[in-house]
């Protein structure tokens, strides 16, 4: 992660894996990756009413890394990446993750 962009932004993954990811914040600030919900989006921006439709997020602060996993979704399909720091969604701070079935 870097002020506003994930890099890489488009993640193919198989659907109800676990799939391990290492996740280094290179900005100035608070970063997070949330993955969304099947079919949700924020709407002009990432609000309390968006909490609701996160299927997994964390958060790091600058300069911060980790090495987790993330059950990826049973359900193929697309599923939006965002940042929920004031301004980073608006600003395109978005990606993709892309379920495929096995």
């Not at 198989?14 to 989006?41: Q, W, Y």
Request: aromatic share 8%.
């Amino acid at each position: 992660m870097t002020d506003f962009a994930y890099n890489p932004n488009d993640f193919v993954v198989p659907a109800g894996r676990e799939i391990m990811l290492d996740i280094v914040n290179n900005g100035a600030v608070v970063h997070n990756f949330i993955v969304m919900k099947a079919g949700t989006s924020p709407g002009q921006s990432f609000d309390e009413e968006d909490e609701m439709n996160i299927y997994w997020k964390i958060e790091l602060g600058p300069g911060q890394s980790i090495s987790t996993s993330l059950p990826s979704p049973s359900e193929p399909g697309e599923y939006l990446i965002v940042c929920s720091t004031p301004g980073h969604y608006q600003a395109g701070m978005t990606g993709k993750l892309v379920v495929v079935a096995e």
